[in-house]
């Protein structure tokens, strides 16, 4: 289903009634919003407005995954407290997202990065670097970009667990616990998973010639939701066992 399409959606939730909607749909490719902004606006934001509208009527509560994109990429280390301002139009339609949820009473705002996994179909950066290095071809990484990389199943905990705690509202930056730039990021995949170092190509952002601009030091802390939520999330290490043992056994 389009969930922008408003009828059929109100159709689904009117039929299913939710107590809890979790929104994850986006459209997430940064230069396609960039360039097709009405389809950024039409995927990010207006299905938001429908499921946000549905939820007050119907005293749902609404949890909805944004971006460390709304971030600047300045000073890093940010949390809650600091300001969004996004420096591209994919991280303004998820900051508009927010605006619109927050209104609700019963909300929660995720704020995650980087997001990574092993998902066969996926785009994710293990995935691309997986298929590369299947390929044996090269692949170019910025240096200049920091995040914390999110663990997708932490973020599937995190989220059941946010489900499991009654009343407790409000923006959370959820990201992994260890900041480090891509490249930094693409080594310790290679490190974990007996992967060619040498395939990896350390540049500069600039150099991809993007039109979105990306944040540059945008290291996070999830401190909040941890503490929120009496959640840990998984060091990068402890996860790669993970993928390594889904992969063996055909997960
Ligand atoms: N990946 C990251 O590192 C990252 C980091 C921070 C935040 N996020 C956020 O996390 C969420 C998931 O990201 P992702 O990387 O998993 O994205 P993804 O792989 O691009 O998946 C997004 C999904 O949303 C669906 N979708 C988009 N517009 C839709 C519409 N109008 N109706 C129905 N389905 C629609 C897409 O369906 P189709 O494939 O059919 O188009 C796709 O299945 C997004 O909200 C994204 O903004 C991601």
Same mark, same amino acid.
């Given at each position: 289903?389009?969930?922008?399409?408003?009828?059929?959606?109100?159709?689904?939730?009117?039929?299913?009634?939710?107590?809890?909607?979790?929104?994850?749909?986006?459209? @997430?490719?940064?230069?396609?919003?960039?360039?097709?902004?009405?389809?950024?606006?039409?995927?990010?934001?207006?299905?938001?407005?429908?499921?946000?509208?549905?939820?007050?009527?119907?005293?749902?509560?609404?949890?909805?995954?944004?971006?460390?994109?709304?971030?600047?990429?300045?000073?890093?280390?940010?949390?809650?407290?600091?300001?969004?301002?996004?420096?591209?139009?994919?991280?303004?339609?998820?900051?508009?997202?927010?605006?619109?949820?927050?209104?609700?009473?019963?909300?929660?705002?995720?704020?995650?990065?980087?997001?990574?996994?092993?998902?066969?179909?996926?785009?994710?950066?293990?995935?691309?670097?997986?298929?590369?290095?299947?390929?044996?071809?090269?692949?170019?990484?910025?240096?200049?970009?920091?995040?914390?990389?999110?663990?997708?199943?932490?973020?599937?905990?995190?989220?059941?667990?946010?489900?499991?705690?009654?009343?407790?509202?409000?923006?959370?930056?959820?990201?992994?616990?260890?900041?480090?730039?891509?490249?930094?990021?693409?080594?310790?995949?290679?490190?974990?998973?007996?992967?060619?170092?040498?395939?990896?190509?350390?540049?500069?952002?600039?150099?991809?010639?993007?039109?979105?601009?990306?944040?540059?030091?945008? @290291?996070?802390?999830?401190?909040?939701?941890?503490?929120?939520?009496?959640?840990?999330?998984?060091?990068?290490?402890?996860?790669?066992?993970?993928?390594?043992?889904?992969?063996?056994?055909?997960?």
């Amino acid at each position: 289903m389009d969930i922008a399409d408003e009828i059929k959606l109100r159709c689904v939730l009117d039929k299913t009634k939710p107590s809890f909607i979790v929104h994850v749909a986006a459209l @997430s490719n940064v230069e396609k919003c960039e360039i097709e902004r009405d389809l950024a606006y039409k995927n990010n934001v207006l299905p938001v407005k429908i499921l946000t509208e549905w939820a007050k009527e119907n005293d749902a509560t609404m949890l909805f995954i944004s971006s460390d994109y709304v971030y600047d990429g300045g000073r890093g280390k940010f949390t809650e407290d600091d300001q969004a301002l996004p420096v591209q139009y994919y991280g303004l339609t998820k900051l508009q997202g927010e605006d619109i949820v927050s209104k609700l009473k019963k909300h929660i705002i995720l704020r995650p990065t980087v997001i990574y996994g092993w998902d066969l179909d996926g785009m994710n950066f293990f995935m691309q670097l997986f298929r590369k290095q299947k390929d044996k071809q090269e692949m170019k990484v910025p240096v200049d970009q920091i995040n914390n990389p999110t663990f997708v199943n932490d973020l599937c905990e995190l989220i059941v667990k946010i489900l499991k705690t009654p009343d407790k509202y409000g923006i959370f930056v959820s990201t992994g616990p260890e900041s480090m730039n891509r490249y930094e990021f693409g080594l310790q995949l290679c490190d974990s998973m007996g992967w060619d170092k040498e395939l990896l190509k350390p540049v500069q952002t600039l150099e991809f010639g993007q039109l979105a601009k990306r944040p540059l030091n945008n @290291s996070t802390s999830s401190e909040k939701v941890c503490r929120m939520f009496n959640f840990d999330f998984n060091d990068l290490k402890t996860n790669l066992e993970i993928i390594k043992n889904q992969i063996e056994n055909n997960l």
